[in-house]
């Protein structure tokens, strides 16, 4: 048996090679058709990646002033109810203080729509960054 | 420019081309394709029961995986057996794709009657080949890498993921049907 297994050994040893250039200009047709399409892949990827931050950003400063202004108005009310308190005209003052509450359930309306974009580009951006890892 | 590049990827030695191809130089994995191609073709031919045209899909698939995972080589003296294992693990994924990996085949009745074709008269590198295509994919395969390929028991178990009694069994049964067709032949 031992001398079989020398046999094949050898046999296998002394197997031809195939030697073709057509086989190696094939493989190196496909990395270059796959390194074309890694850079094409990364480019978008990259323009997603800062339209994403760019979108972010925007509605992050939106969202920043929005808050800002919604503050300094609801200080402002609050304010104007203390004076109102203390007023004969303090009626007057409630329904102001209503009207600027449907104000601020619309001011919510936007906050709602600022926070479902900023969601959706960090949606994005995940996607866009885990792909890049890919 | 061009050609004193040429020039020097011809004159590299192995151990620079995979340095530049893992730096990600197209030209020098090329020339590395075309030193390695022969054997890595070879291996697969033997794998695929001698089926070229299905082999040398598997060796380019398998040199694409090699030039993706360039990076993961550590040093180049690894890179036959580091590559080896790229090819295995392509054959083992084609043929579970086609779900015929551990397909057996039993018939281990001589290959005499088959001596009256024109290739008979090319000798015993065709009678290994066809010795070879008789065998089970496993068997085939083990027995391809332990003689083949010189690797061990132990070696085929961590590059093929099968478990070390079938591969002793099938490097085993692999040589027995290998002996008795060819000593019938």
Known sequence: MSDFNA??????????????DGFSLRVGAAVARRERAARARSALQTAGLGLGIAVVGYAGLNALFGAGQELISTGGLEATRVVGAFDEQAPLVAAQA??????????????????LVIAAALLGGAVAYRSAQD | MAA?????????????????????????FGELVKRRQGWARALLRRMCAGNAAEADDLAQDAFMKAWDRMGDLETPAAFAGWFRRIAVTTFL?????QKAIFEEIDDASP???????????????????????RLSDAERLCVT???????????IVETTGLPLGTVK?????????????LEAA
């Open chain 1, 98 to 115: 209503q009207e600027a509450g449907i104000g601020f359930v619309q001011s919510l309306g936007l906050g709602l729509t600022q926070i």
């Open chain 2, 145 to 155: 890498l332990n003689h083949g390929e010189g690797m061990s028991h132990s070696e």
């Open chain 2, 93 to 97: 994924m084609a043929k579970r794709r």
């Open chain 2, 4 to 28: 004193r590049g040429v020039l020097n990827l011809v004159q590299a030695s192995e151990a620079a081309l995979i340095i530049a191809a893992q730096a990600r130089d197209q030209a020098a």
């Open chain 1, 7 to 20: 046999f094949l050994t050898r046999s296998f040893a002394e197997a031809e090679h195939p030697a073709d």
């Open chain 2, 169 to 181: 069994s099938h490097v085993l049964r692999g040589t027995e049907k290998l002996r008795r067709l």
């Open chain 2, 111 to 133: 290959i005499a009657a088959e001596d009256s074709t024109p290739e008979a008269a090319a000798g015993a590198k065709i009678d290994l080949e066809r010795a070879l295509s």
